[in-house]
């Protein structure tokens, strides 16, 4: 089978996510004080400081518009092979309308399969239906549990932002902290407790215990932070870059590498 252009779709989007990693480091390298800042306060027990996180300077937009890109050539090099392939084996018209089905749910794509799908070959229907999202199944290994909801899986998130990306360019304002990195003058350091997840502006960081520290020590924190898309669903919070390259070596390797083989 021909994969060119879907290869060369693959390509593109690779060439974007290069891009967008560049941006992303430009934004997330920036010094303290530019893009964000980091406020000790006090809390009731006096052996604690908590730190909040504050952004100071949003994601610029072009961001956003990089993860539509990518994200574009991603969906479009699954439409290009599935009209390749299924051109020899479906009705004119059924062809004008096909795209790569992506289904979270058996009996949407049994539906699809039987009004749309049913000339195609056996081999070819087999290897569609095993990379949909409800299988949740690759090569024989169960996916981590992060895959185990068919809304996580690669091809479920592909199309949730790529539907998300038509109407607007993906939100981007929730941070993830990557890693919290505590200096001390002298004596032993508190025991440190990073917060999970993402944060909104304003929300606590970090949590610094001095319960075993010496009174007098003197701290200087420091944050680093990620990008995450700020979605519905398990796809919410997520690292941002780590969607996007799990996405495409999925679509790379899973997808468009296996219909190949046909």
Known sequence: MDIEIPLLRIKRAQAQLDTLKDELDRYTDRSQGETHTIVPEGDDDPNVQHFRFFLRRVPPRIIGVLIGECVHNLRAALDNLFFTYAGPHVSK??????????????????????????????????????????????????????????????????????????????????INIVETSIAVSTGKAPRVMRANGCLDDGAIAARLDFSDSEPDIHIQAALTFGIALDEWGPISGMPLTEVLIGIHQYIDLAVVGEFGKL
């Not at 039987?114 to 996916?143: C, D, H, I, M, T």
Request: contains cysteine.
């Open 93 to 174: 018209r059924t062809l004008r309308e096909i795209d790569f089905p992506i289904c979270v749910e058996r009996d949407v794509f049994e539906a699809k399969a039987a009004s749309n799908f049913k000339n195609l070959p056996a081999k070819g229907l087999g290897l569609l239906r095993s990379v949909q999202p409800y299988r949740r199944e690759y090569e024989g290994r169960r996916w981590n549990d992060r895959w185990r909801d068919p809304h996580a899986h690669p091809l479920a998130m592909l199309q949730r932002i790529s539907n998300s990306d038509k109407h607007r360019i993906p939100v981007i304002a929730l």
